[in-house]
């Protein structure tokens, strides 16, 4: 699987990414219930019911019925409000769900880079163990031709295991990168039957401090998440005031009280807000906009830190692997074919034989591990930035 198939898997199938889907899907059916009128109220009274006076035969003859409605009207946009806050709700579910998602792929990345890289760590030891064992074929040519001792024999047999060693390691990493790799999409598609493809090479992709920080602070999910808290915490302080407004009950009734034989009435209830005009709720609210504020701040400062920080790092790999890759790999290259093409014919020692293949060894595996840095740190931009810069 390449990196664009993981991820579109990833996003499909992602358990912690569905439930932040459905956390959306009930905000938004908070905004149904936020937006409801308050029900009316019907009663229905019968009474004057009298059975012994004045008249035991007609207990019903002075039956006073009665039937009424109420209905409490919310003034000051109290029900807009309330419709606007759980729709501003709904939009901060909504950026920490794609703040989720970041730090997921952030996470998702990084295990699909150690799977890349341990796959390479393993084709080098493979690679290595193969340019071993032609050696040894040599050798065992040039022993039964007494051109080496059977002691120089043993030795170069027994330095064998460390090459063995490195390739059984290797293949113990690649198998648990890719099982921790399944854990994040999910899968229970068999080891052997999973593997990942992609370049394991870095590039020198030029990056401009001031673009990184635009992009951060208008793309970043949890920036925006920030500023929706804000705006939803000024919404908020205006319900407070609203709700320490009075709301009007009107009622309506009709009624028969013999010798009238119906009549209509009405009236309407005012409490009167003398102790609680929701004094509280509107200082919380209003104390509650300015921490907000702060905790934007908060999030401001921290991008800036988090974009100049895995800047300064990817650099860092970079200027770390450019001698590598311009200088170091070939001279290592070069020196392991030269020493053991004079040991062959007799101008080297078996020393020196020894350390030019442990050298070119330590120079592969240093430049694969400065290269999965690299990428740790790319992968650090993009979490930074809040979207895939370097692919």
Do not use: C
């Not at 990084?110 to 074929?137: C, H, I, M, P, S």
């Not at 999910?221 to 009075?246: F, M, W, Y």
């Amino acid at each position: 699987m390449t990196w664009q198939q993981v991820r579109a898997q990833f996003e499909a199938d992602n358990p912690a990414l569905r439930a932040a889907d459905l956390g959306i899907d009930e905000s938004r059916a908070q905004e149904i219930t936020a937006f409801l009128r308050p029900n009316p109220t019907a009663t229905a009274t019968l009474d004057q019911f009298n059975p012994i006076w004045p008249n035991p035969y007609r207990p019903l003859g002075s039956l006073f019925p009665l039937v009424s409605t109420s209905y409490l009207h919310e003034r000051e946009d109290k029900r807009e409000l309330r419709l606007e806050s759980a729709k501003k709700g709904t939009a901060i579910t909504a950026s920490q769900r794609a703040d989720l998602e970041r730090t997921l792929l952030f996470n998702l990345r990084g295990a699909f880079v150690q799977a890349l890289q341990a796959r390479a760590v393993l084709e080098v030891a493979r690679e290595n163990l193969a340019y071993y064992d032609k050696l040894l074929t040599v050798s065992q040519d040039r022993l039964k031709a007494g051109d080496i001792s059977q002691v120089d024999m043993q030795r170069l047999d027994l330095q064998r295991v460390q090459y063995e060693s490195d390739v059984q390691t290797a293949e113990v990493n690649a198998r648990t990168a890719k099982i921790q790799l399944l854990q994040f999409l999910n899968s229970r598609t068999p080891v052997d039957q999973f593997e990942v493809t992609g370049s394991f090479e870095y590039t020198e992709t030029v990056l401009q401090q001031d673009e990184l920080r635009r992009i951060a602070l208008v793309g970043r999910p949890d920036l925006i998440a920030a500023a929706q808290s804000v705006d939803k915490a000024e919404t908020d302080h205006r319900l407070a005031v609203s709700n320490g407004s009075s709301d009007p009950t009107f009622s309506l009734d009709a009624g028969r009280n013999p010798p009238i034989p119906v009549y209509i009435g009405g009236s309407v209830s005012i409490p009167i807000r003398i102790f609680d005009r929701n004094q509280g709720e509107k200082a919380r609210t209003e104390i509650d906009i300015q921490k907000t504020k702060r905790l934007q701040e908060t999030a401001t400062a921290q991008v800036y830190a988090d974009v100049d920080s895995a800047l300064a790092t990817l650099n860092g790999s970079v200027n770390l692997l450019r001698p590598y890759k311009t200088k170091y790999l070939d001279e290592a290259a070069k020196v392991r074919d030269t020493i053991s093409f004079a040991y062959q014919n007799g101008g080297a020692s078996l020393l020196d034989f020894l350390n030019a293949q442990n050298d070119y060894r330590s120079i592969r595996m240093s430049y694969l591990n400065l290269v999965g840095s690299w990428f740790a740190a790319a992968n650090q931009v993009n979490l930074a930035v809040g979207r895939e810069v370097i692919p």
